[in-house]
């Protein structure tokens, strides 16, 4: 490009020079590494303090191990509660660099107490709704304080097992047995009560940049078990139309909003739903037939794909 300018006399040798200076010098960003290294590292120490726990338990004894456990968390809740910046219903910038991962770590550790308080002591007996509805509504309201979507993950998460343990009949998932409507229908109803949740918050401009959390809980909970009614259940006439509905629901979203993200997913659960319908209608013809199929299907979704901006509308930044 330099050269070009400096062909065309549009750029003095003097300011291509300081450019290309420039260009050799400037520093460059490890912002997303050292977050990505920080998460693994917050994700290392839990693994590794549950071996140290499982190799050493009868030495150290369960009480010691819940109270060690219980101090890490509240610790790390107490340095969020000390460094937290006001609420905002905008984005809040975090207090410090280390601020979100002390507070993810704070909330991994609450899981693992929970979790080994309910495991050791049976803590809350059989009302297995309860070890999901207490992270739930802490985390949910964890991020909406400290403005964390992290920690919203965990409580969307937690949500979704509540929902499911609260809503399915127990000898289901004793027996293992999925090919439930419950089960499917609840992760339908849950796929759009995350949209809802995401438009509700957009218009009353609450926490507008949690809509990509929401919505890509949404978009796969939603799709995946309409696949499962069209597949495990074997009732395509019901389920193939609420997909239909999903992948257009997200195509214009992702039209609308400049989303390439939400295009390619809902294009691919689109794609698997009329393959498994035209194969599972379609019988006795040919290999040939398959295998151009998925040839041609195949080259067709890559050309839209790649040929998305024709397709995207230009968000205005």
């Not at 291509?16 to 912002?31: D, G, P, T, V």
């Not at 809350?124 to 309860?130: D, T």
């Not at 139309?241 to 989303?259: E, N």
């Amino acid at each position: 490009m330099l050269e070009h300018l400096l062909k065309q006399a549009s750029l003095e040798p003097e300011t291509a020079e300081k450019i290309r200076r420039f260009e050799a010098q400037k520093a460059f960003s490890l912002h997303w590494e050292l977050k990505t290294l920080l998460y693994l590292g917050v994700l290392l120490l839990n693994a590794g303090l549950g071996y140290l726990i499982y190799e050493h338990i009868d030495d150290i004894g369960h009480m010691a191990i819940i109270a060690f456990i219980g101090a890490i968390s509240a610790g790390c809740f107490w340095y969020a509660f000390k460094h937290r910046k006001p609420f905002s219903t905008g984005e809040v910038v975090s207090a410090t660099p280390y601020f979100d991962y002390i507070l993810l770590l704070g909330c991994l550790m609450f899981l693992v107490m929970e979790g080994y308080l309910q495991f050791q002591y049976q803590l809350f007996g059989e009302r297995y709704g309860l070890v999901t509805l207490i992270p739930m509504v802490l985390f949910l309201w964890l991020a909406y304080v400290f403005d964390n979507r992290g920690v919203l993950s965990l409580g969307i998460t937690a949500m979704a097992s509540w929902i499911g343990i609260t809503l399915t009949p127990q000898d289901l998932l004793t027996k293992n047995d999925f090919n439930s409507h419950t089960i499917t229908n609840t992760g339908i109803a849950f796929g759009a009560f995350m949209c809802m949740v995401t438009f509700l918050g957009e218009r009353l401009d609450i926490k507008k940049h949690f809509s990509l959390t929401y919505l890509n809980f949404g978009v796969h909970i939603g799709m995946i078990a309409c696949l499962a009614g069209m597949i495990a259940l074997d009732l395509s006439l019901i389920y193939f139309p609420l997909l239909c509905i999903a992948v257009g629901f997200f195509l214009w979203y992702a039209r609308t909003r400049g989303s390439f993200y939400f295009l390619t997913v809902a294009v691919l659960y689109g794609y698997i739903g009329v393959t498994y319908l035209i194969l599972n209608n379609v019988r006795g013809l040919e290999i040939e037939f398959y295998l151009f199929y998925f040839f041609f299907s195949c080259v067709g979704v890559i050309l839209f794909l790649t040929n998305y901006k024709r397709f995207i509308k230009k968000v205005a930044p």
